[in-house]
């Protein structure tokens, strides 16, 4: 991770940041305080692992631009993308040593390169302590995670591997923001906590039904309705 | 659900469900008045199904005694068992439409017969908000649960099933306080979300291995130790 700006932070920024907190209007004048004190601004190169399970418990990040992604790990090195982060969004655990509960790790890299406020552990926490509506929003940011890891667990549990190939595909395709797709099977495979050999059949699958054509290390949907239908099943 | 009881609290019967809220000496004597004012009692029987996704948001259970069990369901009537809760153990998914960011569905069945604290669900949220040391723990009871999930969505992606099946048994042997397990094949395949058959012909294997002893509807551990082990594997 790099080093903190040297430069001083103007009311602008203050404002700027105070806009990602919803909970800013019902702090106290030194609550604030101790947030404006403590926060500071970081630049995360692309592929940079900014937490690895609680060995590194640096404080809630909040993307400015780019894109993290939070996976869990397997002893082998099995990687599960449990969900994505995308700007105005706030990371809870890179902060979870603050919830003497989790007892889980969840490693989180930068997929593009990230800017991020990053409000570090201890002056979270002291505010959360004493504050209803900081408590309460940390809340709903913690159940919207565990509303994705439902998800997906239901996925894995309940759905085949063609409904979440699609719904991968067209989640990638609302990213890219476009039909290309820069995707190696081997990486959907990871992402789907499958086998390359199954994504590849099912891919292969998906172009004789005309849903994709696929090249070397790119994928171009070709039928997103047809796709949207196969998802959704 | 059984009937609200006619008869009405005592000061005793106050005084043992503030020793089940750790928060209570944070409270504001109207905050108090709250809860007590609303909290109930209920008597479930044995398989009653209390809270059928978001239908049916009763409020915060306390469970006085007795056992509950937490599930997903699929649509073909797939259950996979998320977590239990036993006596003194809270039950926030029973509130869930408290917290509008949850947006999955948890059913939540009475294992045993039991015996409840309800509070319902809007004098929770009431107090929650204005009470920073209500939220905190809320959040704590969330943080609980998410890390049970997260430890199943581990056993499920990176585990094989004898691992799992070994620490069912053994989970299991602790809830029925003894080696002589009355369980069905079915019944364990259900909470593995696996196949009845995988269950069987685990079951057989671990017997081959001296680890277990298989009759009807009944299953005798006989080497705890070993099983043990591989639960660890």
Not at 57 to 66: A, E, K, M, P, W
Not at 140 to 168: C, G, H, N, P, Y
Request: aromatic share 10%; net charge negative.
């Amino acid at each position: 991770m790099e080093k903190k700006s040297g430069t001083a932070f103007k009311e602008a920024d203050y404002l700027e940041l105070s806009n990602y907190l919803p909970f800013w209007g019902q702090l106290t004048a030194g609550e604030r305080e101790t947030l404006k004190g403590a926060a500071v601004r970081r630049t995360l190169k692309r592929g940079t692992v900014l937490h690895y399970g609680k060995e590194d418990c640096v404080g809630l990040f909040i993307v400015r631009s780019g894109q993290l992604r939070a996976f869990i790990l397997s002893e082998e090195g099995r990687e599960i993308t449990l969900y994505r982060l995308f700007e105005q969004e706030i990371c809870l655990f890179s902060a979870s040593c603050m919830l003497p509960d989790i007892h889980f790790e969840i490693t989180i890299e930068a997929e593009q390169d990230t800017n991020l406020w990053v409000i570090p552990t201890e002056a979270y926490r002291r505010v959360m302590e004493e504050s209803a509506a900081v408590a309460n929003y940390t809340n709903q940011l913690m159940a919207t995670r565990f509303s994705e890891v439902m998800w997906l667990v239901d996925q894995i549990l309940f759905k085949s591997v063609d409904t979440r190939l699609a719904a991968f595909l067209l989640e990638e395709r609302s990213i890219q923001g476009g039909d290309e797709l820069v995707l190696t099977h081997e990486k959907i495979a990871r992402h789907l906590g499958t086998a390359r050999e199954v994504v590849s059949r099912m891919l292969k699958y998906f172009q004789t039904e005309g849903l994709v054509v696929l090249s070397r290390g790119e994928i171009r949907i070709q039928d997103a309705e047809h796709l949207r239908k196969r998802a959704e099943q």
